[in-house]
Nanobody, 124 residues
């Protein structure tokens, strides 16, 4: 069982930046960030393979950057130009099986491991 622990959430004004981190206790394949906002469906916003291939949802493209360290066990999300609509609980997720398609298409499948989430609040 792999444990995922997020950190780095907080409150920021619109236009500001935050960096989220996620530490994985073991080996995983694709990793991703999801977010849950009140009254909205869970949204997969960014993903990355072990080789470093990335994918982004249209809602964050050009503003957010996902990255992973050389060990593959640390995941990051750099969030710039934040908007009030980015307010949500952000979850780190990881997949325990090798997937043949793009990591973005795998976001439609349930992740194997989930973090507890970290709150991001963007004020106008």
């Amino acid at each position: 069982q792999v444990q995922l622990v997020e950190s780095g959430g907080g409150s920021v004004q619109a236009g500001g930046s935050l960096r989220l981190s996620c530490a994985a206790s073991g080996y995983t394949y694709n990793m991703a960030w999801f977010r849950e906002a009140p009254g909205k469906e869970r949204e997969g916003i960014a993903c990355i393979s072990r080789s470093g291939k990335t994918g982004y949802a249209a809602s964050v493209m050009g503003r957010f950057t996902i990255s992973r360290d050389n060990t593959g066990n640390a995941l990051y999300l750099q969030m710039n130009s934040l908007k009030p609509e980015d307010t949500a609980i952000y979850h780190c997720a990881a997949y325990g099986i090798l997937y043949g398609g793009s990591c973005l298409s795998q976001l439609n499948n349930r992740a194997t491991y989930w973090g507890q989430g970290t709150q991001v609040t963007v004020t106008s």
